[in-house]
């Protein structure tokens, strides 16, 4: 019994120096691959600064061509809404101003 009462120690003292050295290496590695990513994403981040001004030509581009389309929709229907709405005549005016006439003539009798 005495035996395990002193190896025990010696071999929980071994594992746990294994354990601390084990998570040193990975936190070397983390350390490094973090650096990588790090320069990953700063290229990209120029990468996509660079495309800017062309995504913002685009854009504009874009707007304008939208105006121009809904000026054209827009005219095409004010065609269309005056071929098929009646225009009122002079002779159609005048018989609403008849027919106005008449019945207030009848309605004050």
Known sequence: ????????PIVIYILLIIILLIGIVLAIKLIITLDKVERTVDNVNEKVHALDSLFHIID?????????????????????TNLFTKKKTKKDEAEVVEVKTTTKKKSAK
């Open 1 to 8: 019994m005495d035996f395990l009462l002193e190896f025990l």
């Open 60 to 80: 504009t581009t874009t707007d304008k061509i939208v105006l121009v389309t809904d000026k054209v929709v827009e005219s095409i229907v004010g065609m269309i």
